[in-house]
């Protein structure tokens, strides 16, 4: 897998530039953890990776694909082999375990499967499978939002995975969960990228679990690379230089409540930037 | 125990109290000033009198003596209007609210490019300003009389408000869900049945029943105007001074509209 991106801007609006300029060049298998403070704008690049973000300018490329440029099925078929997980799992409450994880399979079936729920057999072994890598065989028919936490992150990740995905992108997937379980995802996160051979860029608050659980760190500032290295690299002089005015050393336990990272998060991407964008998509 | 409370041991008071909702102190007199004065002017105008009051009193009396006691023999006629108007209720329920569906989605600002919106909203907007009675008398008037008439209005009516509800209940679904069906590669249909239906789906059961309820009663007022059910047979006993017939057909009414609110009111619970 060979990810490119290019110059890549993004703005909400009128809004100041999130990203600005940005060059990242990601090859092969193992974790890239993009660490920096709410706001840097690592949930931006993620999500211009796969669209739910359009990006201002620049590109980016997979395998040699221009995924900035493809439209309709074309970019459905791209996000089908990009997998994400989410800050607050993204779960689809209301449906089954089972329903959750086989909407990962939703970019390979077809109206009538999806809406019956007549997934190929396949498909259906491969979520069984995999349901039992994590432990959670035994809860295909729970409603998603009966789960813990910790739980709701596995299915969120076997979802993830039911896409055959090229690449997995990791938007803070541990930002919700208690310290103990956030290892254990994190360490879930680990094996499978070993296991599968898959490339995962993880956003992350917690450095010393960045420092821990990847290959590589990018920090990012203010939306441009401050630091890209081994985390062997990151020394406290890199630290100060991405955490850099900025609240937080972002060096703390995971003591900070999600729920004030994610209004953040939201303070940055204005909810009717995120409606625009929405609609932006439906038109494609 | 809580002897040395802080304020007790800083020995500074300081006080506090909510801010009033309008700031501005102008602005907040003004609009009472403007309410009251309103008040005034239409109590004057529309020459509500004590007197005419009073006189309406004694006429109600000798109509309810006159409706006492109420009458049940014409039973088949009164069974015939009652079960024309259920047939009204369910059956405009059961198109409204499929046709609801459908433009909640078409004027959800969420889901839908901005004309679309816009559309939706302006088609919902129209099926709300007008009340039954009056969609009523224009479908009498173009299909003529009958349940057809009542049917086509119940629809429009339940469009217009569970068309609305639905729109506004998927305008506040969590994008989270969305945002996650479309990164595994979904298109608009599978968003929409993977993470907008599961979202809205109590919220649509409990406003079809809300609506069947309010048609119910709705389908008896729209036949007082000719569009079919016990609304007619209702209107030609006062129309023959037959009040204790009427007040018969009230009473079935009552307790109809009573049975039916107990039930969705209990299907209602058991949905939450």
């Known amino acids: 897998m060979i990810l490119d991106i290019d110059s890549l801007s993004k703005r909400y609006g009128n809004g100041a530039l999130v990203l600005k300029d940005l060059d990242l060049h990601i090859e092969g298998s193992g974790i890239t953890a993009i660490i920096g403070s709410s706001g840097a704008g690592k949930s931006t690049l993620l999500r211009c990776i796969n669209r739910l973000v359009e990006p201002s300018s620049g590109s980016i490329t997979l395998d040699g694909v221009e995924i900035t440029r493809l439209k309709g099925a074309e970019l459905r078929g791209m996000r089908r082999s990009i997998g994400m997980i989410f800050q607050n799992f993204n779960l689809v409450d209301r449906l089954s375990v089972m329903e959750n994880v086989l909407s990962g399979r939703l970019g390979f079936v077809n109206l009538f499967q999806a809406a019956s729920r007549r997934y190929p057999q396949s498909d259906i072994d491969r979520a069984y499978g995999l349901l039992e890598r994590v432990g959670l065989h035994e809860y295909v028919n729970k409603r998603a939002d009966t789960l813990s936490g910790g739980q709701r992150q596995r299915v969120g990740v076997v979802r993830a995975l039911m896409q055959e995905p090229r690449l997995l992108l990791a938007d803070e997937p541990t930002a919700s969960l208690d310290p103990k379980t956030s290892v254990q995802i994190l360490e879930l996160i680990g094996d499978i990228s070993r296991e599968l051979d898959l490339p995962v860029l993880l956003n992350i608050h917690n450095v010393s679990q960045a420092r821990q659980f990847a290959q590589r760190i990018v920090g990012l500032r203010f939306g441009s690379i401050i630091f890209d290295g081994s985390p062997a690299d990151l020394d406290e002089a890199a630290l100060d230089q991405v955490y850099e005015g900025t609240a937080g050393t972002g060096d703390e336990d995971d003591w900070t409540p999600a729920a004030g990272r994610a209004a953040a998060d939201a303070a940055h991407r204005p909810a009717s930037a995120v409606k625009r964008e929405m609609i932006e998509d439906r038109s494609t | ?272």
């Open chain 2, 1 to 272: 125990m809580s002897a040395d409370a802080p304020s007790a041991s800083s020995g500074q008071q300081r006080t506090w109290r909510k801010p009033p909702a309008i700031a501005n102190p102008y602005v907040r007199y003004a609009l009472f000033a403007a309410v009251a004065g309103y008040f005034v002017w239409a109590i004057l105008s529309l020459e509500i009198s004590w007197q005419r009051i009073m006189q309406g009193i004694p006429r109600a009396v000798t109509i309810f003596g006159r409706a006492f006691p109420p009458d049940f023999s014409r039973r088949s006629l009164m069974v015939d209007g009652f079960v024309e108007s259920i047939q009204i209720a369910i059956l405009a329920t059961f198109i409204g609210v499929i046709l609801s569906v459908l433009l909640g989605i078409l004027a959800a600002r969420n889901v839908v490019p901005r004309l679309v919106y816009l559309v939706g909203r302006g088609i919902i907007a129209v099926a709300r300003s007008f009340h039954p009675v009056i969609v009523a008398i224009v479908f009498v008037k173009a299909v003529g009389f009958g349940p057809l008439a009542g049917i086509l209005t119940l629809v429009v009516y339940s469009i217009g408000f569970v068309g609305k509800l639905m729109a506004e209940a998927i305008e506040e679904i969590d994008a989270g869900q969305v945002e996650a069906i479309r990164a595994s590669g979904g298109g608009f249909f599978k968003v929409l049945l993977y993470a907008v239906f599961p979202q809205v789906l109590p919220r649509q059961v409990g406003l079809s029943i809300y609506q069947l309820d309010s048609n119910l009663r709705a389908s008896a007022v729209v036949g007082i105007v000719g569009a079919g059910g016990i609304g007619g047979t209702l209107m030609n006993s006062f129309r023959r001074f037959d009040y204790d017939f009427a007040l018969a057909i009230l009473l079935v009414m009552i307790a109809i509209i009573l049975l039916s609110e107990a039930l969705s009111g209990r299907i209602r619970q058991g949905l939450t």
